[in-house]
């Protein structure tokens, strides 16, 4: 249960650095942009995952 809320901190604060770039950039198709939401879509596959798996 501490790695599930571990990683929905975690969630929170990458999706917060997004918006954060998102306003900062010119194009949502930015290489910061791109990386930041691939990063955040990782880290939401490993949290379900877990959630699949019962963990």
């Given at each position: 249960?501490?790695?599930?809320?571990?990683i929905e901190k975690m969630i929170c604060k990458m999706r917060q650095?997004?918006?954060e770039i998102i306003n900062n950039e010119k194009s949502l198709l930015g290489i910061e942009v791109i990386t930041a939401s691939q990063r955040l879509d990782d880290i939401i596959n490993q949290y379900n995952e877990?959630?699949?798996n019962g963990i």
């Open positions: 249960m501490e790695k599930i809320i571990e650095s997004l918006y877990l959630l699949d």
